[in-house]
């Protein structure tokens, strides 16, 4: 019997196949669709991750006060946020112009600019917004060390007292009417002149004077976070450690578990980010496993059923000169087509499923300014991982089905005719 004949008539089972095989059929659905998810939403939390840290910068070195920051860094334009559970000192003692001046002796050290946050309300025809986040620059750097990118109109300069330089998703979203270039918004009661507008981000830039007489608990010299640019990025860790003894020594500060602030660059918190995506993704995959366990089994008690119901069918193709090979790749083809079928329908339904939690937001899992660690915000169904997930549920199907393949193959001719 040549190999496409009994491709076909594994074909001809799996039409005719009762209600068992096309349940035995969504187990692999449900398990497939749930490995599909999964990887895509993990891809897409990977490439989330590399665009974020690219818009950071490699060359940009963040200092904050207090220490253990968590997924921090400036992601949204301001502090990074503090863990309560790590931290190595309870106590934080703001930065000042004299964290800068000892920043700028460093050689590696190219900019140097402190930054305050905060939130505020602001007002745009006649509507008004809670809690948007301001960060006060300063303006004779900014536009050196910030990895903003601008739409329309330019960053701030010096002379610059009441301008201001908003998110996208300020001027496009946030009111009902758009915010349009040199237009006037108010915050906190002060009138202030659009003249830039970023590419994406909801947080609104100002020159440092300004915001400090704007935002509620900022001191008159203090920072909430110091942005350090350096010139070779290959020197980073060494630039980090630098930074660290040198402020440490400024600080009047000789125990390591006594120091009360955190220097962080790009790489390090792309390792943690990394760690946190990969455990959640063996968590979720191996949940996701167990569904094609189920499947596997189901598969397996499916073919071994029906081989006993083709039994008579068996001894009539073996009497007729059907060999043991033939009858095995019949049943190995059965039970291929049956994963291969599974598959198909498990990568429209992941790739429905991950289309539908990225329109959702994704998941929120942890702090970030811009959503950073949103999980399935943005998911990424790759042609490998399609091709990859098909090829999975073909071979999950044939070694289910290879032992009942096999016995269907070493039945007597006899034996089987007279099976009733």
Avoid at 12 to 32: A, D, E, M, P, Q
Avoid at 178 to 206: A, D, H, R, W
Avoid at 277 to 283: C, E, G, K
Avoid at 295 to 301: E, H, S, W, Y
């Amino acid at each position: 019997m040549r190999l496409k004949k009994s491709f076909q008539l594994a074909i001809n089972l799996l039409f005719h196949s009762k209600l068992r095989s096309w349940l035995t059929i969504l187990g692999i659905v449900i398990g497939i669709a749930a490995v599909v998810t999964i990887v895509s939403i993990s891809q897409g939390a990977q490439k989330q991750l590399e665009e974020r840290l690219g818009q950071l910068g490699a060359d940009i070195i963040t200092v904050s006060p207090g220490v253990q920051r968590a997924f921090g860094g400036g992601f949204g334009g301001g502090p990074p946020r503090e863990a309560n559970s790590n931290s190595i000192s309870s106590e934080t003692k703001n930065l000042t112009n004299k964290d800068i001046i000892v920043i700028k002796s460093i050689s590696n050290v190219k900019y140097v600019m402190g930054q305050v946050s905060g939130q505020a309300d602001v007002t745009f025809s006649s509507k008004t917004a809670k809690n948007v986040r301001i960060n006060g620059v300063d303006t004779s750097v900014w536009k050196d060390i910030t990895t903003e990118k601008l739409n329309s109109g330019r960053f701030l300069t010096q002379g610059d007292m009441y301008s201001v330089v908003i998110g996208s998703r300020i001027a496009t979203t946030m009111f009902e009417k758009e915010i349009p270039l040199n237009s006037k918004i108010t915050i906190e009661g002060k009138s202030f002149n659009v003249v830039g507008i970023l590419q994406e981000g909801s947080t609104i830039y100002m020159p440092i004077d300004t915001a400090r007489t704007i935002l509620e608990n900022v001191g008159e010299e203090e920072f909430n976070s110091i942005s350090v640019k350096i010139e070779d990025v290959s020197l980073a860790n060494q630039t980090v450690t630098e930074i660290t003894k040198k402020l440490m020594l400024s600080r009047g500060i000789l125990n390591e578990k006594k120091r009360d602030f955190t220097v962080t660059n790009p790489a390090t918190m792309q390792q943690t980010i990394q760690e946190t995506i990969r455990t959640m993704t063996l968590f979720l995959g191996a949940i996701a496993a167990i569904s094609l366990i189920v499947g596997a089994v189901g598969i397996t008690n499916t073919m071994f059923t029906s081989v006993l119901e083709r039994t008579r069918d068996i001894g009539i193709m073996k009497s007729i000169g059907a060999k043991n090979i033939d009858i095995l790749l019949i049943f190995l083809f059965n039970s291929g087509l049956i994963g291969l079928v599974g598959g198909l329908g498990g990568v429209i339904l992941g790739f429905v499923s991950s289309t539908a939690i990225s329109s959702l937001g994704g998941i929120q899992i942890a702090g970030g300014g811009r959503g950073l660690m949103s999980l399935g915000a943005s998911t990424f169904v790759s042609f490998q991982l399609i091709i990859g997930a098909l090829l999975f549920s073909v071979l999950i199907g044939m070694i289910a089905g290879a032992i009942p393949a096999y016995r269907a193959s070493k039945l007597n001719p006899v034996d089987a005719l007279r099976y009733e």
